[in-house]
C-alpha cells in the first residue's frame, strides 16, 4: 500500500521533470550556394567551334570534395572546373549534389579524354573516367551532346586574378 502511494506522484514528478527539460528542435536553414565567377573555360571542338564558359575553380581538398554538393541550379554557362595536381584515374559520385551533370575528364595537355554522361543526382555510383586525367569539367547535364563535344577535343582557361 505504502509503494502505491509513492508510485504515481514519482511517476509524474519523473515525466514533469523530463518533458520540461526537453530542448525544442530548431529548424535548420539551408543557405542556397551562389555560384562564384572565378575564371573562363573555352571548349575548342574538331569543328573550329568554340565554347565559352564561366567557371568555379576547386583546386582544394575541401572544394575537390564538396564541388557543386547543395546546389539547387547553374546556368548553362557556367561551370565547375576541377584542378588536381597529378594526373591520375579519377572517379567521381553525385552525393549531395541536386543538379544532373556532365563530367568532362580532361588529360595534362588539356585534350578531353572521356565523359560521364547524365549523372542522376544524389546517386553515390562511382563515376570514373577512363584515362588518366588532370582536370575535371562538371556542367549541367547534357551539354556533353547538345554542344557535340568530342574525345580529343581541347579546352583552355584562365583564372581571375582574386586580387
Known amino acids: 500500500m505504502l509503494l502505491k502511494r509513492y508510485i ?5 514528478f ?3 521533470v523530463f518533458s520540461s527539460c526537453k530542448e525544442d528542435k ?5 543557405t542556397e550556394v551562389a ?11 574538331k569543328d573550329s567551334a568554340t565554347v565559352s564558359l564561366d ?4 583546386d582544394t581538398e575541401y572544394e575537390t570534395q ?12 557556367q561551370g565547375m572546373l576541377f584542378i588536381f595536381e597529378d594526373v591520375a584515374p579519377r572517379s567521381f559520385y553525385m552525393k549531395n549534389t541536386q543538379i544532373p551533370l556532365d563530367l568532362i575528364f580532361i588529360d595534362e595537355n588539356n585534350k578531353i579524354v572521356s565523359f ?4 542522376k543526382p544524389f546517386d553515390e555510383s562511382s563515376l570514373p573516367s577512363n584515362d588518366p586525367a588532370k582536370y575535371v ?3 549541367n547535364a547534357s551539354l556533353v551532346d547538345k554542344w557535340n563535344v568530342s574525345i580529343s577535343d581541347s579546352i583552355s582557361f584562365s583564372a581571375i586574378d582574386k586580387n
Open 8 to 12: 504515481l506522484p514519482l511517476t509524474l
Open 14 to 16: 519523473y515525466f514533469l
Open 26 to 30: 530548431k529548424a535548420i536553414k539551408q
Open 35 to 45: 555560384f562564384k565567377k572565378e575564371g573562363e573555360l573555352s571548349i575548342f571542338k
Open 55 to 58: 567557371i568555379e575553380i576547386a
Open 66 to 77: 564538396t564541388g557543386l554538393m547543395y546546389r539547387s541550379s547553374m546556368q548553362t554557362n
Open 116 to 119: 560521364q554522361k547524365n549523372a
Open 137 to 139: 569539367l562538371e556542367i
